[in-house]
């Protein structure tokens, strides 16, 4: 059974500062996503990654992706207040039918 | 494009009841999903479809029914709402598993079973 972990589960911290977000998952995987979702809201699409080494940027957010280690980071520069959300890592285990499972989330409170 | 949209938005069912939850996307893509949200969880996925007539069960499948007569829609069927059903459903999309794509989400549906 895959199973997906990340941590830490709470994340608070200042404006300007760096951090970086941790999900690891158990079995190989073809794939690796990360989402944002804001409280009450949908989930956003952030980064596909597709094989070991690929790192991804947009903005203040980078996403790198180890398949050996079984391991993705979410590292978040500078941050602002704007990034405030949940982020879910979510990992397709089974090739094919892109039955993802999902992480329980990094709640990231960015404070003032 | 509307994209994914869900309806409805919020319904308060009582023990026993029936319901069905509406899913429907416009971007012409093979794959459809439902996902259940509980309080501070992930997602657990339930049933999905790969296509047209074609559906499989997801993790958390009991208590719940799908079919998929159109590529456009995937309903969701609760036959005797209990407890704990109570979440937030949400519906998906993708194109295909060839390309880099990912899943889009609907705006989620809020279920409360008293």
């Known amino acids: 059974e895959l199973k997906v972990e990340q941590n830490p589960l709470f994340l608070s911290m200042q404006e300007g500062k760096n951090y970086t977000i941790y999900c690891n998952y158990s079995t190989t995987s073809d794939r690796l996503y990360w989402y944002r979702q804001d409280p009450g809201k949908s989930l956003e699409s952030l980064f596909v990654?597709?094989?070991?080494?690929a790192v991804k940027q947009e903005g203040r957010l980078m996403a790198s992706l180890d398949t050996k280690a079984r391991l993705s980071t979410l590292h978040i520069t500078a941050a602002v207040h704007d990034l405030s959300a949940t982020y879910f890592c979510?990992?397709?285990?089974?090739?094919?039918?892109?039955?993802?499972?999902f992480g329980t989330g990094t709640r990231l409170t960015i404070i003032p | 494009n509307a994209g994914v949209t869900q309806t409805p938005k919020f319904r308060i069912l009582k023990i026993g009841q029936s319901m069905t939850l509406q899913c429907a996307q416009d971007?012409?893509?093979?794959?459809m999903y439902w996902y259940r949200q509980d309080p501070g969880m992930g997602l657990k996925l339930i049933y999905y479809s790969v296509g047209a007539g074609i559906t499989d069960k997801g993790e958390v499948p009991n208590g719940y029914n799908v079919s998929r007569s159109t590529t456009e829609d995937f309903p969701l069927r609760l036959e005797l709402a209990a407890p704990s059903q109570t979440s937030v459903y949400f519906c998906?999309?993708?194109?295909?598993?060839?390309?880099?794509?990912?899943?889009?989400f609907g705006p989620g549906t809020r279920l409360l079973v008293l």
């Open positions: 971007m012409n893509h093979n794959y």
């Open positions: 990654l597709l094989s070991n080494g």
């Open positions: 998906a999309s993708s194109y295909s598993t060839f390309r880099e794509e990912t899943q889009y």
């Open positions: 979510a990992v397709d285990g089974n090739f094919g039918n892109e039955k993802l499972t």
